[in-house]
């Protein structure tokens, strides 16, 4: 057996195509672009490439990018996400990680305005997720979500397995399964014998960090994979998963080009979405979270 691809890119495009649609409508309703801000502190060179491929991104769709960098001494970055939480001109922002101490992603999320909070990271809209509310799913489980949908994974009644607990891809990537109808387990770093485990998944999504900690001989014949791994190694970057274990799956995401690529395009259509929902307009072009179209 040789996996089948869950390339991202075919996915990207076709949200990134919705999204245009919606906001140079939007623009032709407010007479403005709808408008992401991006934030960080310092010169991180990973964060500095990072905002550049979101300005490119935002360009393709119509949006308004502009990047915020604050110096590493001093940054202000409450009084910062306050002021951009009253400007009328901004409809969603990104604090970009990581943060230097004494600044933590929790912190941000007590000031930041839920509105426009695009990437989930506020109690309000990880809880509204976690209840299956609606709210701002964080970009990168629900870029997992519309890859699902995309190639046509059922998922109502399936077993599915987390590996990986953090607040931004497991526990989030955890509700919205559930929301549809999957059989959810979580594993960390403390659950006993993983393999026992995720031998278990028909579709398997793994956010641990750990180059390759996924083998082969820890998948069920046939499952799907997500790997939401993204690892510096040998030069290159590699995922969570083993390639190996494309001889045993039936869908695999690849590293690079899976879930990457979904992920900036989910952000683009979250800051529409959020924009729409603050000031009211509705717009027949942009679909739901829950749907990508062909």
Not at 82 to 93: F, K, M, R, S, W
Not at 207 to 223: D, F, H, K, Q
């Amino acid at each position: 057996m040789s996996a089948q691809l869950l390339a991202g890119r075919p996915v990207a495009q076709v949200i990134r195509r919705e999204t245009a649609a919606a906001a140079k409508m939007f623009q032709a309703q407010l007479r403005r672009p709808p408008a992401l801000v991006s934030l960080r502190i310092g010169d991180d060179p990973a964060s500095a490439a990072y905002g550049r491929s979101l300005d490119r991104a935002c360009g393709r769709a119509n949006l308004g990018f502009h990047e915020m960098v604050l110096p590493t001494e001093r940054p202000r970055l409450t009084e910062t996400l306050q002021a951009l939480n009253i400007d009328p001109g901004v409809d969603g922002v990104i604090v970009q990680q990581p943060l230097p101490a004494p600044f933590s992603p929790e912190m941000v999320g007590e000031v930041l305005e839920p509105q426009k909070d695009v990437d989930g990271l506020t109690p309000v809209n990880a809880g509204r997720v976690a209840l299956g509310q609606g709210g701002n799913a964080p970009s990168t489980p629900a870029g997992g979500m519309a890859l699902l949908y995309h190639y046509g994974i059922p998922l109502e009644g399936a077993e599915a397995v987390l590996v990986g607990r953090s607040a931004v891809v497991g526990r989030p990537m955890a509700s919205l399964l559930l929301q549809e109808h999957a059989t959810v387990t979580i594993c960390h770093t403390r659950t006993r014998d993983l393999a026992a485990v995720t031998l278990r998944a028909d579709i398997l999504c793994v956010a641990a960090g750990r180059p390759n900690l996924i083998t082969p001989e820890m998948v069920s014949p046939g499952a799907v994979v997500v790997d939401f791994g993204t690892n510096v190694a040998n030069g290159g970057l590699v995922g969570d998963v083993d390639p190996a274990v494309s001889d045993v799956a039936a869908w695999l995401t690849p590293v690079p080009g899976g879930t990457g690529p979904v992920t900036t395009a989910i952000l683009l259509r979250t800051t529409v979405q959020a924009a729409c929902a603050r000031l009211g307009v509705t717009l027949t072009a942009l679909p739901t979270n829950g749907s990508v179209t062909s």
